[in-house]
């Protein structure tokens, strides 16, 4: 009897409601309105969370990369382009250890974290209840609509320092000054054009006036 009560509790699929019962951890009882109503605001909240813990991973894991990057003054005059923008093992000093060892690890223990809210919002979204899938995506809606910008920016940024620290050769700066000056170039050549085409016109309606 206990069995097949358990058994109808659980739903297979999708369905509108808002008796819980035994939502996720035994005590944690959601059988009034009030109660479901508390509960879809603190998933939404939950997934707010998760999505700036996603942003703030990414931020961490820069701010490691960062601490564990080998020195410019490492580099040789002979180090290629591609070998400067492909990552290669760090090669650490005692004080860049020892901070990159620390942010490697707060870096884990956050990922850990991460996770393991990612898991208690699958589990939720297993309930197949309506209301609180909705309410997980609101959250996620509202979280990265606040976070997403941030990430973006952190990405550009990180884009910048990347485009500073490659140093370019004689050859490859001869490159790019000659593609800067194409656009001159044709900018000449299409005003020469239009020039001829306003003269040429000009001449025409000179012949047809006489």
């Not at 701010?63 to 093992?89: C, G, R, Y």
């Not at 699958?122 to 997403?148: D, E």
């Not at 005003?191 to 001449?203: K, M, P, T, W, Y």
Request: with cysteine.
């Amino acid at each position: 009897m206990a069995l097949w009560s358990i058994a109808k509790m659980m739903h297979m699929s999708f369905w509108f409601g808002t008796d819980l019962g035994t939502f996720l951890f035994n005590g944690f009882n959601v059988t009034t309105i009030r109660g479901f109503f508390c509960t879809c605001l603190g998933l939404i909240a939950i997934a707010i969370i998760y999505e700036a813990m996603k942003t703030l991973q990414i931020k961490l894991h820069q701010l490691t990369k960062a601490a564990l990057a080998v020195d410019d003054s490492q580099a040789t005059e002979n180090s290629s382009l591609l070998s400067q923008i492909v990552p290669t093992f760090p090669r650490f000093s005692s004080s860049s250890q020892r901070w990159g060892i620390i942010l490697w690890t707060f870096e884990v223990l956050h990922y850990s974290a991460q996770t393991t809210i990612g898991y208690i919002v699958m589990l939720v979204v297993m309930t197949y209840n309506i209301y609180i899938c909705i309410a997980l995506i609101i959250g996620s809606a509202i979280g990265y609509w606040i976070f997403s910008p941030i990430l973006l920016y952190f990405n550009l940024k990180e884009l910048k320092q990347k485009n500073k620290n490659i140093s370019c050769s004689p050859g490859c700066s001869d490159s790019i000054s000659t593609i800067e000056r194409r656009p001159s170039s044709l900018s000449a050549i299409a005003d020469q054009s239009a020039s001829e085409i306003v003269a040429e016109l000009h001449s025409i309606t000179d012949i047809e006036e006489k």
